[in-house]
């Protein structure tokens, strides 16, 4: 499983408003394939589930939040949207006709 989340202040609109973009994704491998492979070959993937979410935040502070508190922020917006990549994991999986993936109900911490 990856994360990759990147974040967008946006002082042309409003500098209180950020958007983080969020790139997911999951591999079903064959059976037997490690899943420590970082590349397996293209016959041991079964299927490839990925996703971007956009994650919208507003700061009701006084002041538009800084580059630090935005990046210290991000593993806070991968818990914020983790129910929804679950359920789209787990509708895609049914869609292609896969066993159930079943993700845990948390994100394990760090997982940007």
Request: positive net charge.
């Amino acid at each position: 499983m990856q994360f990759r989340c990147a974040f967008e202040p946006n002082p042309k609109c409003d500098p209180h408003r950020v958007l983080f973009a969020v790139n997911t994704g999951v591999r079903v491998l064959k059976p037997g394939v490690s899943v420590a492979m970082q590349s397996p070959a293209e016959g041991e993937v079964v299927a490839e589930i990925d996703a971007t979410f956009i994650v919208r935040y507003l700061s009701e502070s006084g002041s538009p939040p800084s580059r630090k508190v935005l990046e210290a922020f991000q593993d806070d917006v991968v818990q914020h949207l983790w129910p929804y990549w679950r359920e789209y994991v787990q509708g895609a999986a049914a869609r292609l006709r896969l066993p159930p993936i079943l993700l845990p109900v948390r994100p394990a911490t760090g997982s940007k």
